[in-house]
């Protein structure tokens, strides 16, 4: 036993490292020759002072020489500033270890070397310099190269970032920069060696056998330890940014289409506000004059025909406000007793007793969605069945027809009404859009019905010629589908 702690301690003596023992009081208890030699101590002079000895008093050096070590990611080892018996200060690499004596006491061992002397750093195997300079745990990818893309380090992340596998020499990747005009695509280090230097520039850099990423390109260009001109940079992963970048500009363009919709549909409503109010305030004047009862009857009915104008107008506000903003609803649907009550609710319309009434319903499956909604629907079609119908040419039909699938309903409302012209089908589902100044609508409903159905994931056409009636098909995906298909795609992502 004693011939090998000999032995032991003619190695460490004999070692280019200097190694320092610190017992549980912070007092240095054993040093060798080396250690000596780097601080100008005799190891008489050294022994049973405090460690701190060695240590220069300026805090704020000391400090930022181990967030630099923070940084870099270097656990055991540290980047330090220490004083010799001179007053010279030197930056010094410490590699500590710990230890407990025969009572139980911990020991702390310091092993020492010059961070400027590379020969006395690799004689005991550590990585060079730059190396340890360059943390193993930050979340950057961190690489040098040389001018002609030789790989000459990475760190674990940049590894995993670019897929490089070990033993990598070289940098093939490409990279593409978009900028005003058009994108360019060029290898990554022609872009390091006309650049020089690289602040922050968002790329689209592409990996071997793998999807390219977005990805932050910092570089600047640095003398290796052979007097070689290469290239330091740092590879920050951008994805994450891109997609919230994405989203916002997603968001932003969903806002000013809303704007555009708000302005549109405040301009229309105070119009379609203004008109009925108008014509009512004009009669009341009117009906103070006259004094003939006929005639002050005539006025009467044609302010409630104004009112329920307005009333009709009110209530799609409603309707479409609401399809805006609140979620969309699992009900389960049966069609028969819906439609049928549709129907009942629109008795009082002109001409509704001479129109006849069909419903055919093939539902043997199970459906679900927002009942609300359906019923938003079905109540502006069937309406706009009623009021363009035809009554006085022909008898007038409304035919309403559902199938339901395991997956999804198909509805026709079919009339024999006026019909809609071939240059007016593919505006009738806008804002506020009427065939002709003579029609009574709002120019809501159809509006209404589409922005409804996109809310429920459904959709609308319709088929229609003039003065032969309209046929509108309407198919909705059965809520419980539908979530099935929106699981399914969270998780594909």
Same mark, same amino acid.
């Given at each position: 036993m004693i011939q090998t702690e000999r032995l032991l301690n003619t190695i460490?003596?004999?070692?280019?490292?200097?190694?320092?023992?610190?017992d549980h009081r912070n007092k240095i208890i054993d040093v060798n020759d080396f250690f000596c030699k780097i601080f100008e101590y005799d190891r008489e002079e050294l022994l049973q002072k405090p460690y701190s000895t060695l240590q220069p008093e300026n805090y704020k050096e000391r400090a930022n020489l181990y967030y630099q070590n923070f940084v870099e990611g270097n656990q055991n080892t540290a980047l330090r500033q220490v004083m010799t018996k001179s007053g010279k200060r030197k930056s010094v690499y410490t590699f500590t270890a710990t230890s407990e004596d025969e009572f139980g006491n911990v020991l702390k061992i310091y092993n020492v070397i010059e961070a400027s002397d590379k020969? %006395?750093?690799?004689?005991?195997?550590?990585?060079p310099p730059h190396e340890l300079m360059i943390g193993n745990n930050v979340k950057s990818g961190i690489l040098r190269c040389?001018? %002609?893309? %030789?790989? *000459?380090?990475?760190?674990p992340h940049a590894r995993t970032l670019l897929f490089l596998p070990a033993g990598s020499k070289s940098l093939q990747n490409e990279v593409t920069i978009y900028n005003e005009n058009s994108p360019r695509k060029l =290898?990554?280090?022609? *872009?390091?060696? %006309?650049e020089r230097f690289i602040d922050n520039l968002s790329v689209l850099l592409e990996r071997a056998? #793998? =999807?390219?990423?977005?990805?932050? *390109?910092?570089a600047s260009t640095a003398i290796n330890e052979d007097g070689q001109v290469c290239f330091d940079m740092t590879v920050v992963n951008q994805e994450d940014q891109k997609l919230l970048e994405r989203k916002l500009n997603k968001k932003l363009e969903e806002l000013k289409n809303a704007n555009k919709n708000l302005d549109h549909f405040v301009y229309g409503a105070t119009h379609d506000l203004k008109a009925p109010l108008a014509s009512i305030s004009g009669l009341i004047n009117i009906l103070r004059r006259e004094e003939n009862p006929v005639q002050k009857e005539q006025y009467l009915q044609m302010m409630e025909k104004s009112i329920h104008r307005l009333n009709e107008f009110i209530k799609e506000i409603v309707d479409y406000s609401r399809n805006a903003n609140q979620d969309v609803k699992r009900d389960n649907i049966d069609f028969q007793p819906l439609i049928e009550e549709v129907f009942e609710s629109m008795? #009082?319309?002109e001409n509704a007793s001479k129109v006849e009434k069909v419903i055919q319903i093939e539902q043997e499956y199970p459906f679900q969605t927002d009942a609300h909604r359906l019923k938003v629907v079905l109540n502006n079609l069937i309406s706009n069945a009623y009021k363009y119908s035809s009554t #006085?040419?022909?008898d007038g039909l409304i035919e309403v027809r559902v199938k339901v699938s395991p997956h999804k309903a198909t509805i026709h409302v079919n009339d024999n009404g006026q019909g809609i012209g071939k240059s007016h089908i593919e505006k009738i589902f806008e804002m506020f859009f009427r065939a002709s100044e003579g029609q009574t609508?709002?120019?809501?409903g159809l509006y209404i019905v589409k922005e409804t159905l996109d809310k429920m994931h459904g959709s609308v056409h319709v088929v229609s010629e003039l003065g032969k009636g309209s046929c509108f098909i309407v198919n909705i995906p059965s809520a419980a589908t539908l979530s099935g298909a929106q699981n399914q795609m969270k998780l594909d992502i």
């Open positions: 460490i003596d004999a070692a280019n490292l200097g190694v320092c023992m610190v020969t %006395e750093s690799s004689s005991i195997g550590s990585q040389s001018q %002609e893309g %030789e790989l *000459l380090y990475a760190n =290898p990554l280090v022609q *872009l390091l060696n %006309e056998d #793998h =999807p390219p990423f977005w990805a932050l *390109l910092s008795a #009082h319309m #006085h040419r022909r609508g709002t120019g809501l």
